[in-house]
Nanobody, 116 residues
Framework: QVQLVESGGGLVQAGGSLRLSCAAS????????VGWYRQAPGKQRELVAGITSGGSTTYADSVKGRFTISRDNAKNTVYLEMKSLNPEDTAVYYC??????????WGQGTQVTVSS
């Protein structure tokens, strides 16, 4: 299975930017898609963005135009560039990886807090 370690979260003021990173290790050759979910207090976990091995991307409507997902295959890392952050973006952000014939792998999460 794949091990995922997120970094880059923190506290930022509204309108600011952050970049999250997710480094993958382990059995990475079978990864077909990676991305980010987030979970705010009292809310369900929701998909933020995903990217396939072919480079196709998907975004939640609430982050389109503000967030950009990318992957560096050489570094086995996926990034989430977040701009124009607002307090509604406050959540724990989780990286995930999908593999063929295996359960989804999750990172431990990184906190993003946006102050107004």
């Amino acid at each position: 299975q794949v091990q995922l370690v997120e970094s880059g979260g923190g506290l930022v003021q509204a309108g600011g930017s952050l970049r999250l990173s997710c480094a993958a290790s382990g059995d990475i050759f079978k990864i077909k898609g990676v991305g980010w979910y987030r979970q705010a207090p009292g809310k369900q976990r929701e998909l933020v963005a995903g990217i396939t091995s072919g480079g196709s991307t998907t975004y939640a409507d609430s982050v389109k135009g503000r967030f950009t997902i990318s992957r560096d295959n050489a570094k086995n890392t996926v990034y989430l560039e977040m701009k124009s952050l607002n307090p509604e973006d406050t959540a724990v952000y989780y990286c995930y990886a999908d593999q063929f014939f295996r359960p989804r792998s999750w990172g431990q999460g990184t906190q993003v807090t946006v102050s107004s």
